[in-house]
């Protein structure tokens, strides 16, 4: 394991390898991540992988269309796959308020160049044939949103990190984090220490501690 590093990020989960992966293919050379287990062995293992463009705001709309981009080209990138897949989604409303609040969706995402469309109860029943359409006034159908294997996804980006130069440390256990005088920050591990910039604290469920 590297001695110095200009970031030290804590955690193998899709935030941590994602934020080594972003770095790295950036320019970010000296990027170390630490972690205690195997890559995705916390919270990220579990997650349901549900990806859609739809966001109450426009800026995270805007995010959320980048993230399905990198999905989409991980593969193509990295020779692994991140498990991607389109399939669809739609919003319901049962009430003229609900449907406004539609309304809003639609143009906001219809101005961002996304394929949104309303769709009416009797679509919605042969789009999604599990839906109880009673009481449904219309929906909005979102045709590319989709869902990703969270772990499939870490560990493209993980190949995709390392190969932009990232180190990646499993089974390596932090103790302890302290600031020196110099303002540069000393990352205890089980393994040795890494003197470093910047620390990420991507550890998710354990981040407290």
């Known amino acids: 394991m590297k001695t110095n590093a200009r970031v030290a990020i804590i955690g193998g989960g899709a935030i941590g390898v994602s934020l080594a992966y972003h770095l790295a293919k950036y320019g970010w050379k000296d990027v170390v991540l630490i972690e205690k287990h195997e890559l995705t062995s916390g919270s990220t293992w579990m997650a349901a992988g549900n990806v859609s463009f739809y966001h109450p705001s426009y800026y995270c709309t805007q995010v959320n269309m980048k993230s399905i ?56 029943g042969k789009l999604h044939p599990l839906i109880d359409t009673t009481g449904l006034v219309a929906g909005l159908y979102w045709p590319d949103d989709g869902d990703v294997d969270p772990a499939s996804m870490t560990q493209a980006m993980a190949k995709g990190a390392r190969t932009y130069g990232a180190e990646l440390n499993l089974h390596t256990q932090v103790t302890g984090i302290a600031q020196k005088p110099s303002g540069d920050w000393l990352v205890k591990t089980d393994q040795g220490d890494v003197t470093c910039e910047f620390v990420v604290n991507a550890a998710g469920l354990w981040a407290p501690e």
């Not at 991607?84 to 609040?101: C, K, V, Y």
């Not at 309304?103 to 101005?111: D, K, L």
């Open 69 to 124: 981009e990198i999905f989409k080209q991980l593969e193509e990138e990295t020779g692994q796959s991140p498990g991607w897949h389109t399939t669809g989604s739609i919003r319901t409303a049962d009430n003229p308020d609900r449907l406004d609040e539609l309304g809003y969706y639609y143009s906001m995402n219809r101005c961002l160049g996304l394929d949104v469309n309303f769709v009416s109860p009797e679509e919605i």
